[in-house]
C-alpha cells in the first residue's frame, strides 16, 4: 500500500527524559498524537523520574551538530521545536543550523529550569538565546519566570505581561505565548501577541500534582499544528486544548510529580478514558 495521505513532519531538538513525560520523549508522543511524523535530535540525556533530575549528560558538541545535518540534509521537516539546549555554545551551534537549512517555522520553548529546580540551561546562555535564538523563532513559548529572565522585568499582572511580551517580539520573535500557570490564580491565562494584536487563552486551572512535561507538550503541539500548516490562532488554541485534557487526566505514576497524559486527548475524542 502506498501512502494515503501527506505526511506531515516535525523535528524537536531537546534533551531526554528518562521518566518520559517532558523532553524529546513528550515531544515525540505528542507528535505521534497529532498523526505527525516525530524526529529527534538530542542536546542531552537526563537521568530522571517523577521525584526530580538525578544527573544531566550532555551530548558531544560534534553528535548535535552531526544529528542537525543528518536530519538537514535529508529529511525537510515543516515544523521544528527546541527545547533544552543546555548551554549557549549548543544554543550557538543550534541557532546556526536552524537558519543554514531554513528550518523558518521554528517553535522555541527558552526551558530554563526543571519543576523541582535542577538547571536545564546554564545562565551563561540566556544571552545566547536572545542572540541567537529569538531573532529566528515563529512562536516562543515561555512561562512566567521564564519570560522574567529574558525580559529582565518582573511580571505580577497582565500590565506587565503585555509589556514583556512586546519586548520580546523586539527581540525578533514573531509571535509571543507566555503561560500564565506559575501564576497560581484559579482562571490560567495565557497571553499571545503577534504584534498586529494580542490575545487570551483562559481555561480553568486543574490542581493535580501531575503537570510534568506541561511546557514540552504544549509546544510540541503547537509545533506539530504549524506543521500542518495551521494558522498561529487555530495552532496555539488546539495545543492549549490539548495540553488542559492531558494535565486533566494527568497520569499517577511514581511518588513524585506524574506526567500530563498524552494519549487522553485522543481517548477522549475517540474512545472511552
Ligand atoms: O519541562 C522542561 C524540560 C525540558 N526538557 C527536559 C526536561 C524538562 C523538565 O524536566 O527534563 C529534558
Not at 40 to 60: D, E, F, I, K
Not at 141 to 162: H, S
Request: include cysteine; aromatic fraction near 6%.
Amino acid at each position: 500500500m502506498g501512502q494515503l495521505i501527506k505526511v506531515c513532519k516535525a523535528l524537536t531538538i531537546a534533551g531526554s527524559d528518562s521518566g518520559g513525560g517532558a523532553g524529546i520523549q513528550a515531544d515525540l508522543k505528542t507528535f505521534q498524537e497529532f498523526g505527525v511524523y516525530g524526529m529527534s535530535v538530542l542536546t542531552a540525556v537526563t537521568a530522571q523520574n517523577t521525584q526530580g533530575v538525578q544527573g544531566v549528560y550532555p551530548v558531544p558538541l560534534a553528535g548535535l551538530e552531526q544529528q542537525l545535518i543528518s536530519i538537514g540534509s535529508d529529511l525537510k521537516p515543516d515544523a521544528v521545536k527546541t527545547g533544552m539546549l543546555f548551554s549557549g555554545e549548543y544554543i550557538e551551534r543550534t541557532a546556526y543550523y536552524i537558519e543554514k537549512f531554513g528550518w523558518n517555522n521554528l517553535v522555541v520553548d527558552p526551558v530554563m529550569v526543571a519543576k523541582g529546580g535542577a538547571t536545564l540551561l546554564g545562565n551563561e546562555a540566556l544571552e545566547a538565546m536572545k542572540k541567537h535564538m529569538l531573532p529566528l523563532a515563529k512562536v516562543i513559548t515561555p512561562n512566567v519566570p521564564e519570560a522574567e529572565a529574558l525580559t529582565g522585568m518582573e511580571i505580577t499582572n497582565d500590565e506587565a505581561g503585555r509589556e514583556a511580551a512586546r519586548i520580546l517580539l523586539d527581540k525578533g520573535a514573531d509571535c509571543v505565548v507566555i503561560k500564565g500557570g506559575h501564576l497560581e490564580e484559579e482562571l490560567v491565562t495565557d497571553l499571545v501577541s503577534n504584534g498586529d494584536k494580542i490575545w487570551e487563552l483562559v481555561d480553568q486551572r486543574v490542581y493535580t500534582k501531575n503537570t510534568h512535561g506541561t511546557g514540552c507538550t504544549l509546544s510540541a503541539a503547537l509545533t506539530a499544528e504549524l506543521a500542518y500548516g495551521k494558522t498561529i490562532e487555530s495552532a496555539v488554541q488546539n495545543a492549549k486544548n490539548f495540553i488542559q485534557i492531558a494535565i486533566a487526566h494527568g497520569i499517577d505514576v511514581g511518588s513524585g510529580h506524574g506526567p500530563v497524559n498524552h494519549f487522553a486527548y485522543r481517548r477522549i475524542l475517540h474512545e472511552q478514558l
